[in-house]
C-alpha cells in the first residue's frame, strides 16, 4: 500500500493552504455577517463568490473530479489530503466546487448522464453557476435501507409522473439550486434492488415545493440548507431518466462510496483545527499558576487526539488506496470502516476542544460548536453506524465461508 502522495498533489497541497490562511480563514466571520446582515438568511454572501472566482483563477477548482471519469482528474490518495485541508473550514469546500452534493451528483452525471443532460446540467455546476439537491430520504420510511424509498415515478405517455415527501434534501434551501436527482420507484413490484430509480427532476417543475428548512442542533446551515421538498404530481420528460429504470440502486450505491469518503476525508480536517485550538488555547490560558497545557489531563488529551486523528487518517487512505487499486466495489468494506471511524475521532478531538475551551466552546466565538454538530450528523449522513457495522462484519465473516 502506497500512501506517498504525487508531486501533483503536494504542490496543490501548498497551494490550497495557502489559499486557506490567506483568504478562508480571515473571511470566515465576514461570511458569517454578511448572511446575518441580508434580507433573507436565503441569501448568498457576496464574498462567497468573491472567493470562488479566487479559486477558480488559482487553478483550485474542482479538485474532487476523479482521474478515472475525467483527464488530469486526481487519485483519492491525491484527493484526500486536499479534502482534509478544505475541511478544516465549514466555508471551504463550497469555496473549490467541491462541496456536498454537488461532488455526488456532479459523478453521477458524468458517468451515467447522456450528452444533453451533461450539456444542460453538468456544465454549469462544473462552473459553480448553478448548485444542485439529492432527493432520496424520506420521512414515513427507514431511509437507511434505500429499498425502503416509496416516492413515485410513473410512466405517462412521454413523461414520468412524480408524487413524494422527501426531507434532508442538503442544498435545497440555496436560490442557485437548480436541479434535483429523484430517487423513487419505478417498479414496485420489481426484484427488490431493481425497483428505484433517478429521475433528474428541475426544481422549477410544477408541483415542486421546498416545504421547510431542518435544523441540525439548532444551525440551519443557510443558505444552503437541510429541507423537506414535496413533489406533487410532477411531470418531467422521459428523458430525463439516469441510465434507464430500475437503475437507481446502482447509481446510489456507485454515488455514496466517493460521498462517504469525501466527507471522512474532511472530518479529519476538521478534527486537525479542533486539535490546533486546543494547543493554542491551553497555551495560552493560565489556571492555578500555570498553563492549562502544563496539566496532565490536557496533555493526555492532546496525546489522544493525535492518535485518533493519525489512526482515522491512516484508515481513510488505505481506503482510499483500495478504491484507486481495485475500485468502489471491492473497497466497499474499507468504506464502511472509515465512515464509522473518521466521525467517532472527529467528534471526540472536537469535544476535547470543546471542553478547554471552556464557555467560549460552546459559543459562536470559535468555530467547534459548528463543526461538532456537523461531525455528529456524519453518524447518520449516507447511512448510520448501525449499518456500516453490520456490512463491516458482514463482509469479515464472509471471508471465512471457504
Wanted: glycine fraction near 8%.
Amino acid at each position: 500500500m502506497q500512501f506517498e502522495y504525487s508531486q501533483e498533489s503536494l504542490a496543490l497541497q501548498q497551494k490550497l493552504t495557502n489559499f486557506m490562511e490567506e483568504y478562508v480563514y480571515p473571511n470566515e466571520a465576514l461570511y458569517e455577517e454578511q448572511l446575518n446582515q441580508a434580507a433573507s438568511r436565503w441569501e448568498i454572501p457576496p464574498i462567497v463568490e468573491e472567493l470562488k472566482q479566487k479559486a477558480k483563477s488559482a487553478g483550485l477548482w474542482n479538485l474532487f473530479l476523479p482521474v478515472h471519469e475525467v483527464e488530469g482528474g486526481l487519485t483519492n490518495v491525491e484527493y484526500a489530503p486536499l479534502a482534509e485541508i478544505m475541511g478544516r473550514s465549514l466555508i471551504g469546500p463550497e469555496i473549490f466546487n467541491c462541496n456536498a452534493p454537488d461532488t455526488g451528483n456532479m459523478e453521477v452525471l458524468i458517468r451515467y448522464g447522456t450528452d444533453e443532460q451533461k450539456k444542460q446540467w453538468l456544465e454549469p455546476l462544473l462552473a459553480g453557476e448553478i448548485r444542485s439537491c439529492f432527493a432520496m430520504t424520506e420521512p414515513a420510511v427507514a431511509s437507511s435501507d434505500a429499498t425502503n424509498i416509496q416516492g413515485s415515478i410513473v410512466r405517462d405517455g412521454d413523461h414520468y409522473v412524480i408524487n413524494a415527501r422527501k426531507w434532508w434534501t442538503s442544498g435545497a434551501g440555496d436560490p442557485r439550486c437548480k436541479i434535483a436527482i429523484f430517487m423513487g420507484k419505478t417498479d414496485p413490484d420489481g426484484p427488490r434492488h431493481e425497483q428505484q430509480s433517478m429521475v433528474l427532476v428541475p426544481m422549477d417543475t410544477p408541483g415542486v415545493t421546498v416545504v421547510r428548512p431542518l435544523n441540525v442542533f439548532g444551525y440551519d446551515h443557510a443558505p444552503h440548507g437541510h429541507c423537506e421538498v414535496e413533489f406533487k404530481d410532477v411531470r418531467v420528460p422521459v428523458e430525463n431518466i439516469l441510465l434507464g429504470e430500475g437503475k437507481g440502486f446502482a447509481i446510489a450505491q456507485g454515488r455514496l462510496g466517493p460521498g462517504r469518503i469525501h466527507h471522512c476525508m474532511r472530518a479529519i480536517g476538521a478534527a486537525e483545527r479542533a486539535l490546533e485550538l486546543l494547543c493554542r488555547r491551553t497555551r495560552e490560558r493560565v489556571t492555578f499558576g500555570k498553563p492549562l497545557a502544563e496539566q496532565g489531563v490536557i496533555k493526555e488529551w492532546i496525546a489522544e487526539s493525535r492518535i485518533e486523528i493519525d489512526q482515522a487518517r491512516l484508515l481513510t487512505l488505505n481506503a482510499a488506496y483500495k478504491m484507486d487499486k481495485y475500485g468502489n466495489k471491492e473497497a466497499r468494506k474499507e468504506i464502511a470502516m472509515i465512515k464509522v471511524a473518521a466521525p467517532k475521532a472527529c467528534l471526540n478531538v472536537i469535544d476535547r476542544a470543546i471542553q478547554a475551551h471552556g464557555g467560549g466552546g460552546v459559543s459562536d466565538d470559535f468555530p467547534l460548536a459548528a463543526h461538532w454538530a456537523n461531525a455528529r450528523t456524519l453518524r447518520l449522513v449516507d447511512g448510520p453506524d448501525e449499518v456500516h457495522r453490520r456490512d463491516i462484519g458482514r463482509l469479515e465473516l464472509k471471508s471465512y465461508d471457504l
